[in-house]
């Protein structure tokens, strides 16, 4: 069978829920956001942190929400409070090039319009480097509050950010060179905490 097609299903922001996070202007045109340059965006910043196949759960629940399986409570205080933050901030600084620049049958053109002066080069850069720390930042948090002791169990499939994961969703880390198989936060969960999550028998 073949494997599951994630990209069938929609990203888990809008070019909507962008501007509204991340944009100075409230009246930006979303029409610059693609839908591919959301899903270029999550493939790069979003999916190697989750894992394949935790990323790919999330896009099927959250496509269109109106056929099972459908998000729970959890999934949802992550997407909305964890995920679209950072991935707004990241699709912004993966848009800022096509904002600033055309292409042409002419050739790659500045965007001008008579109210206002397009930024340099350098200003550019200062620009998409301050986007990119904040983002970088939001999901640095996000991955700490995922890995938290307290989350244990409650993403199933989920593994620890420090872990490598297979596309099927099984889970691996790489010990020194050898590939030990399934959860690494709670291999070295003490005794206390591995009854307290469940994991103890």
Known sequence: MAKTDYRQYENLI????????AMSNANMDTNIIDDNIVLVTELTHLKPHLGDFFWGE??????KRDASPLPNTDEV?????????CLALYVKYEVLNDMQYNTTSSGIV???DD???????????????DT?????ILRKDMMEWLDDVDNIGVYPEYESSENEVHLNGDNVTRLGGILAYGNKSTRYYSKEQRIKKGYYD
């Open 14 to 21: 809008t070019a909507t829920e962008v501007v509204s996070k």
């Open 58 to 63: 999330l896009r099927k629940k959250f496509h």
């Open 77 to 85: 205080t992550l997407v909305d409070n964890y995920i679209k933050p």
């Open 110 to 112: 500045t965007n001008d």
């Open 115 to 129: 109210f206002s002066d397009p930024v340099d080069a350098f200003e550019l850069s200062v620009l998409k480097e």
């Open 132 to 136: 990119f720390r904040k983002a970088e």
